[in-house]
């Protein structure tokens, strides 16, 4: 097949699909944004270099969607909603930013190419609204702090935040998922100053 006749069944396919979507009245996904925390004012017992990794998660997390847990811990999509970037990189960002609001010093992520004394590794195991708990928003991350000259954990520890919710509007869900993300980073903030 030539190059101009694939092009054109291409082209063909892509307005079909188009049409399609239009007939059945799918909607681009609403796109929404996590926040940071500012105005946290922490002291460090020491000015070792901080960087924060890239959360770890499961698939279900690894994506621009929000998960949605059902009775018998069946797992959904919230309609019609994606987020701003992948939930990794997002927290990622704000962990970040949430860090460098409080004037948290030597800190960064992994390409600052600093000189790295500690790490914050961290593992994202709850960003859902649960439907069984009456829309309950929860936020869980495992953080683990990790000397890099001895490597070794030093320091581990489970945060999780809970907010009121809804599934609908999707609004309200992400509202009530970022209060609670705020919770956990404060948190987070707080235990890496005292610890690391």
Known sequence: MSLARRSFMAGGASILALGLAGC??????????????DGLNTRRRSSRVVVITLPKTVQTYDSQRIVIRDAGNVLSYLPEAQLSDTLPRLVQTRLLQTFEASNFP?????????????????????????VGKGGLATVTINAKLVDEQRGAIFASQVFTATRPGVVTPAVAAIAALDGALADVMSQILVWTARNA
């Not at 996904?29 to 926040?35: R, V, W």
């Not at 800190?107 to 649960?130: C, K, M, N, S």
Request: proline share 5%; hydrophobic share 40%.
């Open 24 to 37: 059945f009245g799918v909607r681009a996904p609403i796109t929404y944004d996590l926040g940071s925390v």
């Open 106 to 130: 030597n800190i960064g992520r992994p390409d600052d190419q600093l000189r790295v004394d500690v790490t914050l590794a961290t593992e994202l195991r709850a960003f859902e609204i649960d």
